[in-house]
């Protein structure tokens, strides 16, 4: 069956660092990925995605590339505010299928 | 554009009592989930719905849940009775398209259920 595995947290990084959340899944067919971001308090928001093989999906200074090799999607940022300290759930949508499957989710902490 | 409404926000009950949930989708929104979100995990599927049609149930524990979605529109989530492993986050989503083309979900802010 379809599986999602991310990196655990929490991950904690001063601000302007450099972000990297570790994504792999494991699905039939071509998957459509995803990532979502939950910020404390609301519902989960759709940060970017990619449909198919070596697509960049990429929102508010956050990119994620589909490596249908490595069968990855990682999180990058490259420099991390206070305010996207949150909970990012990478995610996979199988072939026509409308079910998201999702990983159980990375708590980023940003501090000053 | 308003976004998916869900109702309450906090809830919490004893065991063994009934307990229900509401949800708005985005206006024009054919297909709406529901989702249960376990403290610390990812949110699972528990339903979906296209229209007035519940086309996936498969992950819904129908002993216990139920689900309408009367007029193709709003729709309720229902438990009764309520065990203390009920406790969770319960996720609404709807999305434009399905089928051939299932578009973006976008997600309420939850029902927070705690079971005493």
Same mark, same amino acid.
Not at chain 2, 55 to 61: A, G, K, T
Not at chain 2, 80 to 86: F, T, V, Y
């Given at each position: 069956g379809n599986s999602v595995t991310q990196m655990e947290g929490p991950v904690t990084l001063s601000e302007e660092a450099f972000l990297t959340i570790n994504c792999t899944y494991t699905a039939t067919g071509y998957p459509s990925l995803f990532w979502y971001v939950q910020y404390p308090g609301e519902g989960l928001q759709l940060l970017l995605k990619a449909t198919k093989a070596d697509d960049k999906g990429s929102n508010k200074g956050f990119e994620a590339t589909y490596r249908k090799e490595t069968t990855s999607f990682h999180l990058e940022k490259g420099s991390v505010q206070v305010s996207d300290s949150a909970v990012y759930f990478c995610a996979l949508r199988s072939g026509t299928a409308s079910k998201l499957t999702f990983g159980t989710g990375t708590r980023l902490q940003v501090t000053l | 554009e308003a976004g998916v409404v869900q109702s309450p926000r906090y809830k919490i009950i004893e065991k063994k009592q009934p307990v229900a949930f509401w949800c708005n989708p985005i206006s024009g929104h054919n297909t709406l989930y529901w989702y249960l979100q376990n403290l610390g995990q990812g949110p699972e599927l528990l339903i979906r719905y296209e229209n007035e049609e519940a086309? *996936?149930?498969? /992950? !819904? =524990?129908k002993d216990r849940f139920s689900a309408e979605r009367l007029k193709g529109v709003d729709s309720t989530l229902k438990i /009764? =009775?309520?065990? !203390?492993? *009920?406790s969770a986050v319960y996720l609404c989503a709807s999305s434009a398209a399905s089928g051939k083309s299932p578009d973006t979900q976008y997600f309420g802010p939850g029902t927070r259920l705690t079971v005493l």
């Open positions: - | 086309v *996936d149930d498969s /992950q !819904l =524990p /009764q =009775p309520a065990e !203390l492993g *009920d």
